[in-house]
């Protein structure tokens, strides 16, 4: 609920794992998404049939994207992308400017075959593939454990605005990841122009294999034993501008395919639990850590909570998305030595430490920003690991990438959310995540101020955390020198509306994960809200509450945030002399959420409570139209206005100041 700024500070991780839901090994298989290609930013007109939607103002058009896979019946793969984008803006050409496609160098091979610029006037410039760099991405540079992910990096030669790029890049993996088996998921353009999008699976014809394509029809056809799946598709509605567009509660499904030869969920989580249980043994190292780590801890809860403390805190967190990289962790051993690692590692580590400690650990593989379709049992449904401590008929969550989360907590973005479990002794099965965290989410802000003539507001805000906001701002706090923590502050009172300066930053409980996040800081502002009209709002931040109240209708049910409660305290000494006017207090309810406003004034100070209680974390979508009644007295209540009228005898003394004096 507290502002939506602090929940943004995670979003980073989420978005990174919905890029790389991609085919295994290349970096371009969702173009869209990394070329941003639905800007509007001025380009050079472009002449199309009269008939035809004008893309003058488009950054970039594709015109023809090709996609074809072949697998064999090991589970060998050969792909191969083709590329035709009509650049039109400056934008677009720095995005393109440079191509760069992922391998992994222990079982991918990459080729660019070609990469040509066509120009207006008809003439073709080449770039030489042999001008192509292989590069260390990134993570491996930091991470050199995970050398193997590399990066194929071009750049194109003579782009401009006006030209036509083409390429074409083929890749073959001739050791499959699992062998007999093998699995694709490819998300068509939906979000930009695309005139042409095709995409061909080729595989074999006597292989069982599951098709899913749920927005989109396909075909078929067969040669001798091979069997080719052939999709063709157009995203051809311009983009709108920013200013435009709707605020949208759940965004549009994405036209997503899917193959797959696993027949159940079964086998996929027999397969990875038996990648995970072999590099998590109990050895003499991890053996002697864990009775360390435990010692004078006498249940299994508190034990548990001192092992994940270590695990999620002092071990760096290295973004790498299950299935960008290897499928197989690192051992126990190796991650404790690295003291860094991906979310398979950190889990590896963690149920290694569990178990050395008598406690059982099962990994769960889940999917952050995935759609989930139960009915396609595939590997690329999922982009993360977490962890799943067994309690009889009841479950602990925990996460260890999220790195300053408190024992048991989720973050949204996997809340609610099917997860493959994989027992030590049993068969997979798909649960979902808990829909709430294991505590009612806390946020207390206080703000005490005093407001001068001048309309300077001069005060201190005192906040305390627990829950999404608490971990987000915890993370974000963690990660900077205390020299850094007034930058953060700052940043965030700006993005709250918020222009003064603010100074003095004090944390506390920044690693004691059990307590709520305390942080304050003092701040002062000229002109404070509408002082020169002699109007002000209390000095608090505002309540986000799920999506506006003129975003689309969802299709599904939605999050109106964690079930807790918000309160917003706020006081202010008026300048002497002056008055105020209060607006009634007021109320809004419903089946999920309550929240109330009241004012008052006593000896020249006005003390306003603003008070959120979410009863229900999701909001079915029968409920619409109880929710946007509920947001639009919300957003009512919180725009009231508070007058300040000038006291009678300044009133007389600006009069008297504006009257000439008379001449003898």
Same mark, same amino acid.
């Given at each position: 609920?507290?502002?939506?700024?602090?929940?943004?500070?995670?979003?980073?991780?989420?978005?990174?794992?919905?890029?790389?839901?991609?085919?295994?090994?290349?970096?371009?298989?969702?173009?869209?998404?990394?070329?941003?290609?639905?800007?509007?930013?001025?380009?050079?007109?472009?002449?199309?049939?009269?008939?035809?939607?004008?893309?003058?103002?488009?950054?970039?058009?594709?015109?023809?994207?090709?996609?074809?896979?072949?697998?064999?019946?090991?589970?060998?793969?050969?792909?191969?992308?083709?590329?035709?984008?009509?650049?039109?803006?400056?934008?677009?050409?720095?995005?393109?400017?440079?191509?760069?496609?992922?391998?992994?160098?222990?079982?991918?091979?990459?080729?660019?075959?070609?990469?040509?610029?066509?120009?207006? +006037? %008809?003439?073709?410039?080449?770039?030489?593939? #042999?001008?192509?760099?292989?590069?260390?991405?990134?993570?491996?540079?930091?991470?050199?454990?995970?050398?193997?992910?590399?990066?194929?990096?071009?750049?194109?030669?003579?782009?401009?605005?006006?030209?036509?790029?083409?390429?074409?890049?083929?890749?073959?993996?001739?050791?499959?990841?699992?062998?007999?088996?093998?699995?694709?998921?490819?998300?068509?353009?939906?979000?930009?122009?695309?005139?042409?999008?095709?995409?061909?699976?080729?595989?074999?014809?006597?292989?069982?294999?599951?098709?899913?394509?749920?927005?989109?029809?396909?075909?078929?056809?067969?040669?001798?034993?091979?069997?080719?799946?052939?999709?063709?598709?157009?995203?051809?509605?311009?983009?709108?501008?920013?200013?435009?567009?709707?605020?949208?509660?759940?965004? +549009?499904?994405?036209?997503?395919?899917?193959?797959?030869?696993?027949?159940?969920?079964?086998?996929?989580?027999?397969?990875?639990?038996?990648?995970?249980?072999?590099?998590?043994?109990?050895?003499?190292?991890?053996?002697?850590?864990?009775?360390?780590?435990?010692?004078?801890?006498?249940?299994?809860?508190?034990?548990?909570?001192?092992?994940?403390?270590?695990?999620?805190?002092?071990?760096?967190?290295?973004?790498? #998305?299950?299935?960008?990289?290897?499928?197989?962790?690192?051992?126990?051993?190796?991650?404790?030595?690295?003291?860094?690692?991906?979310?398979?590692?950190?889990?590896?580590?963690?149920?290694?430490?569990?178990?050395?400690?008598?406690?059982?650990?099962?990994?769960?593989?889940?999917?952050?920003?995935?759609?989930?379709?139960?009915?396609?049992?595939?590997?690329?449904?999922?982009?993360?690991?977490?962890?799943?401590?067994?309690?009889?008929?009841?479950?602990?969550?925990? +996460?260890?990438?999220?790195?300053?989360?408190?024992?048991?907590?989720?973050?949204?973005?996997?809340?609610?959310?099917?997860?493959?479990?994989?027992?030590?002794?049993?068969?997979?099965?798909?649960?979902?995540?808990?829909?709430?965290?294991?505590?009612?989410?806390?946020?207390?802000?206080?703000?005490?101020?005093?407001?001068?003539?001048?309309?300077?507001?001069?005060?201190?805000?005192?906040?305390?955390?627990?829950?999404?906001?608490?971990?987000?701002?915890?993370?974000?706090?963690?990660?900077?020198?205390?020299?850094?923590?007034?930058?953060?502050?700052?940043?965030?009172?700006?993005?709250?509306?918020?222009?003064?300066?603010?100074?003095?930053?004090?944390?506390?409980?920044?690693?004691?994960?059990?307590?709520?996040?305390?942080?304050?800081?003092?701040?002062?502002?000229?002109?404070?809200?509408?002082?020169?009209?002699?109007?002000?709002?209390?000095?608090?931040?505002?309540? %986000?509450? %799920?999506?506006?109240?003129?975003?689309?209708?969802?299709?599904?049910?939605?999050?109106?945030?964690?079930? %807790?409660?918000?309160?917003?305290?706020?006081?202010?000494?008026?300048?002497?002399?002056?008055?105020?006017?209060?607006?009634?207090?007021?109320?809004?309810? #419903?089946?999920?959420?309550?929240?109330?406003?009241?004012? #008052?004034?006593?000896?020249?100070?006005?003390?306003?409570?603003?008070?959120?209680?979410?009863?229900?974390?999701?909001?079915?979508?029968?409920?619409?139209?109880?929710?946007?009644?509920?947001?639009?007295?919300?957003?009512?209540?919180?725009?009231?206005?508070?007058?300040?009228?000038?006291?009678?005898?300044?009133?007389?003394?600006?009069?008297?100041?504006?009257?000439?004096?008379?001449?003898?």
């Amino acid at each position: 609920m507290f502002c939506k700024f602090v929940l943004q500070l995670t979003a980073g991780r989420a978005r990174f794992y919905e890029e790389c839901r991609r085919a295994p090994g290349l970096m371009l298989n969702r173009l869209p998404a990394r070329l941003a290609l639905a800007m509007y930013l001025g380009a050079a007109a472009v002449s199309f049939a009269a008939d035809t939607p004008d893309y003058s103002k488009e950054a970039a058009v594709i015109q023809d994207f090709a996609t074809k896979v072949s697998f064999s019946a090991t589970g060998a793969r050969e792909w191969q992308q083709t590329l035709s984008v009509r650049v039109q803006s400056e934008a677009a050409v720095r995005q393109f400017g440079i191509l760069g496609f992922l391998y992994n160098s222990d079982n991918e091979r990459i080729e660019i075959e070609y990469v040509r610029v066509k120009k207006a +006037d %008809g003439s073709v410039v080449e770039t030489p593939a #042999s001008s192509a760099m292989d590069l260390a991405t990134q993570v491996a540079a930091a991470a050199p454990t995970y050398s193997d992910l590399r990066q194929k990096q071009i750049p194109v030669k003579a782009l401009g605005v006006g030209d036509v790029l083409e390429y074409s890049v083929r890749s073959s993996q001739q050791k499959p990841e699992v062998p007999g088996q093998f699995w694709y998921q490819q998300v068509l353009i939906d979000d930009s122009v695309v005139l042409n999008q095709s995409l061909e699976i080729r595989v074999p014809k006597d292989k069982y294999v599951q098709v899913s394509s749920p927005k989109l029809k396909y075909e078929t056809r067969d040669e001798g034993d091979r069997r080719t799946y052939v999709w063709k598709h157009s995203h051809l509605a311009p983009s709108e501008p920013e200013d435009k567009k709707k605020q949208a509660a759940v965004t +549009d499904e994405p036209t997503q395919i899917q193959i797959t030869t696993f027949r159940n969920w079964e086998e996929v989580g027999n397969w990875w639990g038996a990648l995970a249980s072999e590099q998590a043994k109990v050895t003499p190292a991890i053996q002697a850590k864990a009775k360390e780590l435990t010692a004078g801890l006498s249940t299994d809860t508190e034990k548990a909570k001192a092992i994940y403390r270590y695990v999620a805190m002092k071990f760096r967190y290295i973004s790498i #998305s299950f299935g960008a990289g290897r499928y197989r962790p690192h051992s126990a051993e190796e991650v404790l030595a690295n003291q860094y690692g991906d979310c398979k590692d950190k889990h590896t580590l963690l149920a290694a430490l569990l178990k050395a400690a008598g406690i059982p650990a099962w990994p769960a593989l889940i999917g952050v920003g995935v759609k989930f379709d139960a009915s396609v049992p595939s590997p690329a449904q999922f982009n993360h690991v977490i962890t799943v401590l067994p309690q009889g008929v009841k479950y602990v969550w925990l +996460d260890t990438t999220a790195e300053v989360a408190p024992f048991g907590f989720l973050l949204q973005a996997i809340r609610d959310e099917q997860a493959l479990v994989i027992p030590t002794d049993g068969k997979p099965v798909l649960l979902k995540t808990p829909v709430d965290p294991p505590f009612a989410a806390s946020e207390i802000v206080n703000v005490k101020a005093s407001l001068a003539a001048d309309g300077t507001l001069t005060g201190h805000v005192d906040l305390r955390l627990l829950g999404d906001s608490g971990v987000a701002m915890r993370g974000a706090f963690h990660q900077l020198a205390p020299a850094q923590w007034q930058a953060l502050a700052q940043q965030m009172s700006y993005t709250l509306g918020y222009a003064g300066d603010v100074s003095g930053v004090e944390v506390e409980n920044l690693d004691d994960l059990d307590k709520p996040l305390h942080y304050g800081y003092d701040y002062k502002r000229k002109n404070y809200s509408d002082w020169a009209n002699h109007r002000i709002t209390p000095p608090v931040p505002p309540l %986000g509450f %799920g999506p506006g109240d003129e975003a689309d209708k969802p299709k599904d049910s939605f999050s109106a945030g964690a079930r %807790g409660e918000s309160i917003y305290r706020a006081s202010v000494q008026l300048p002497d002399g002056f008055s105020i006017e209060l607006p009634k207090d007021a109320a809004a309810t #419903s089946d999920f959420a309550d929240y109330s406003a009241h004012y #008052s004034v006593k000896d020249g100070t006005l003390f306003a409570e603003r008070t959120m209680v979410v009863k229900k974390s999701k909001v079915e979508v029968e409920q619409w139209g109880e929710y946007q009644r509920f947001y639009k007295g919300v957003r009512t209540i919180r725009a009231s206005i508070f007058r300040c009228p000038r006291p009678a005898a300044i009133r007389k003394q600006q009069f008297r100041k504006t009257i000439p004096k008379q001449r003898s």
